[in-house]
């Protein structure tokens, strides 16, 4: 009887032995029993006004959204990188880059020869020609030329504040270009410069407007992500990436939606 007891002791303590050798989440023999995970993408931040339709903007339901914004989104994710948005003011963007409150800048940049030595820029996506917007009863202005002395609304970082300054006018600050229109429809400035696009995009969205555009530039701005200088490595995937969507049709089918044509040239 005590024979038989010792040989049942000895054979558990084998099986216990063999039990406590494996490593968490092992069996016995060695194989892993926990099942792998994917590892999350690495985050890309991107700054954007949010307030320049139809580039970057919210929509009734309050979400961000715009042809900026869903480029951005496809970019980011063809790059294996997953978007987080950062809003901020127009004329703060540029030096929020700076300040490295995101990796890129998503809004409209216009591709300049400064800006390129301080920067890294993308190719250009988007490609616009500006337009000067006065009131509807204004017969004062039809050129550029026209601004001499004439007062306009422009963001102060932008491409369009420098070539009517260049002109003579004389500039107030605004944050944006629905802004610039409430001052052009209520007499408190004569004229604003803006992306064509822009324009066509407010007056379907409020046809009623008295505004009307009294002149169109000959030659199309380019206009690109901006990026810090020295981002080599996103600034490949970047361009890769819209590389990519103009050849398999994804960017067609964004430029399309927001402007029933292509844009990109």
Known sequence: MKKIIRITFTL?????????????????????SAPTTK??????TIGTEGTYAPFTFHDKSGTLTGFDVEIAQEVAKRAGLTPRFVETKWDG?????????????????????DRLEKYDMSTPYIVSRAVLVVG???????????LKGKKVGQSLDS??????????AVNTVVEGFNQAIDLVTSGRIDATLNDSLSFLDLKKQRPDLP?????????????AFLLRKGSTELLGKVNKALADMKSD?????????????????
Request: hydrophobic share 35%; glycine share 8%; net charge negative.
């Open 211 to 223: 505004i009307k555009t009294v002149y169109e530039e000959p030659e199309a701005t380019s206009n």
């Open 39 to 44: 590892p999350a993408a690495a985050e890309i």
């Open 249 to 265: 049709g994804t960017y067609l089918k964004i430029s399309q939606k927001w402007f029933n044509s292509d844009v990109s040239k």
């Open 93 to 113: 963007m540029i030096a929020g880059l700076d300040a490295k409150r995101y990796d890129m800048v998503a809004n409209e940049v216009a591709i300049r020869p």
């Open 136 to 146: 509807a009863n204004n017969t004062d202005i039809k050129s550029l030329d026209d």
């Open 159 to 168: 491409n369009y504040r420098k070539v009517a300054e260049d002109h003579g």
């Open 12 to 32: 558990t303590a084998v099986f216990t032995l063999a039990g406590c050798g494996a490593k968490e989440g092992q069996t016995a023999g060695g194989s892993s």
